[in-house]
């Protein structure tokens, strides 16, 4: 969707510019779903600042075809694709273990992937496809790197949730959908998760160096509505209200890299300010069972 630059410009004053200077040689970050939308953008600007980024994909072409065109415009060619597949818990630890194996450090992880509104379909491993991808699977991702996150402090983790998380419930005894599923909503609870996921990840992480946040990114003109003709054509109708992925990205970025954010670590960004969440997002007994039962379902020892 092309934009006329006053219309660009009005939208990126209007909803919040990550104004931050820092530079990133030496450091290491990795976004996931960087092969397109918000996390391409992301992964841009982190190379445009001189990170050695891992595009974290699941298709590894595509992947590879987005990590040439931003060596190209940010002349950095320490942009690195590997294979990443968050609804297949193997490529989940395959992917980890290659990442462990050789990096030495791990400043920035973006958990940015995600699917809205698909049909009900499951993960390999059995897991409801949204909950399954959107947050068990950056949840056992962030888990097998959080060593490494720590090893390298002050490093930081990004949880790109949503305003739709306002819509969510954590229902622990249909969480993979199975007695009732409705597409949108199943997106609703799992972005709600995130922010639940990202909370609870701060309180553990208190004074490890490690902070956490989590985004919402605006709403973005991107392939997230591929699944949904209703939200194709809605995006179309109120196009002009609608960011641009570079815009998308801003929140996300500015959670990785201002300076002092880290007194704000679990809290919730949008529009590059703190934002409120809803009152199951602040409940901390629903985060700390939401923890428990990740782990149980994905076989992490509980601690
Ligand atoms: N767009 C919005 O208005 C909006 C609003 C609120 C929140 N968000 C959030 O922003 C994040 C980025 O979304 P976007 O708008 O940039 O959407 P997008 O253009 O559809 O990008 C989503 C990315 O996630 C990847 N992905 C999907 N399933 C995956 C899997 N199983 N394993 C690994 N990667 C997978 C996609 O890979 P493929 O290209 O291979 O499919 C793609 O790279 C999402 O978490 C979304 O919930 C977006």
Same mark, same amino acid.
């Given at each position: 969707?092309?934009?006329?630059?006053?219309?660009? *410009?009005?939208? *990126?004053?209007? $909803?919040?510019?990550?104004?931050?200077?820092?530079?990133?040689?030496?450091?290491? /970050?990795?976004?996931?779903?960087?092969?397109?939308?918000?996390?391409?953008? &992301?992964?841009?600007?982190?190379?445009?600042?001189?990170?050695?980024?891992?595009?974290?994909?699941?298709?590894?072409?595509?992947?590879?075809?987005?990590?040439?065109?931003?060596?190209? *415009?940010?002349?950095?060619?320490?942009?690195?694709?590997?294979?990443?597949?968050?609804?297949?818990?193997?490529?989940?630890?395959?992917?980890?273990?290659?990442?462990?194996?050789?990096?030495?450090?791990?400043?920035?992880?973006?958990?940015? /992937?995600? +699917? *809205?509104?698909?049909?009900? $379909?499951?993960?390999?491993?059995?897991?409801?496809?949204?909950?399954? +991808?959107?947050?068990?699977?950056?949840?056992?991702?962030?888990?097998?790197?959080?060593?490494?996150?720590?090893?390298?402090?002050?490093?930081?983790?990004?949880?790109? $949730?949503?305003?739709?998380?306002?819509?969510?419930?954590?229902?622990?005894?249909?969480?993979?959908?199975?007695?009732?599923?409705?597409?949108?909503? !199943?997106?609703?609870? $799992?972005?709600? !998760?995130?922010?639940?996921?990202?909370?609870?990840?701060?309180?553990?992480?208190?004074?490890?160096?490690?902070? /956490?946040?989590?985004?919402?990114?605006?709403?973005?003109?991107?392939?997230?509505?591929?699944?949904?003709?209703?939200?194709?054509?809605?995006?179309?109708?109120?196009?002009?209200?609608?960011?641009?992925?570079?815009?998308?990205?801003?929140?996300?970025?500015?959670?990785?890299? &201002?300076?002092?954010?880290?007194?704000?670590?679990?809290?919730?960004?949008?529009?590059?300010?703190?934002?409120?969440?809803?009152?199951?997002?602040?409940?901390?007994?629903?985060?700390?069972?939401?923890?428990?039962?990740?782990?149980?379902?994905?076989?992490?020892?509980?601690?």
């Amino acid at each position: 969707m092309s934009q006329m630059p006053g219309q660009a *410009m009005w939208k *990126m004053l209007s $909803s919040g510019v990550c104004t931050s200077t820092v530079q990133l040689p030496g450091k290491v /970050a990795v976004v996931t779903g960087a092969n397109t939308g918000i996390g391409k953008e &992301t992964a841009k600007e982190l190379a445009q600042r001189g990170a050695r980024v891992y595009i974290a994909c699941r298709d590894v072409q595509k992947g590879e075809l987005v990590a040439r065109e931003i060596q190209t *415009m940010t002349g950095n060619q320490q942009v690195l694709v590997r294979k990443l597949d968050l609804a297949d818990t193997k490529s989940i630890r395959a992917f980890a273990e290659g990442f462990l194996a050789e990096e030495k450090h791990l400043h920035i992880l973006i958990n940015n /992937a995600g +699917v *809205m509104m698909c049909p009900y $379909s499951k993960t390999a491993d059995g897991f409801e496809m949204h909950i399954g +991808v959107n947050h068990l699977g950056h949840f056992l991702l962030t888990h097998l790197l959080l060593e490494k996150l720590k090893e390298s402090a002050p490093s930081r983790v990004v949880n790109v $949730s949503s305003l739709a998380h306002h819509l969510g419930r954590i229902h622990f005894h249909n969480l993979q959908g199975e007695k009732f599923y409705s597409a949108g909503l !199943a997106y609703c609870h $799992s972005k709600l !998760a995130n922010i639940l996921f990202t909370q609870e990840l701060a309180r553990r992480l208190k004074g490890s160096g490690v902070s /956490a946040y989590s985004v919402h990114p605006g709403t973005v003109n991107s392939e997230l509505v591929r699944h949904s003709s209703f939200m194709k054509w809605m995006w179309w109708l109120f196009s002009f209200f609608i960011k641009t992925p570079q815009q998308g990205a801003q929140t996300s970025l500015y959670c990785a890299l &201002t300076e002092g954010l880290e007194i704000l670590s679990g809290n919730h960004f949008s529009d590059c300010h703190v934002a409120w969440v809803s009152a199951q997002a602040r409940n901390e007994t629903v985060a700390r069972r939401l923890w428990d039962v990740s782990c149980d379902l994905l076989g992490i020892p509980m601690d």
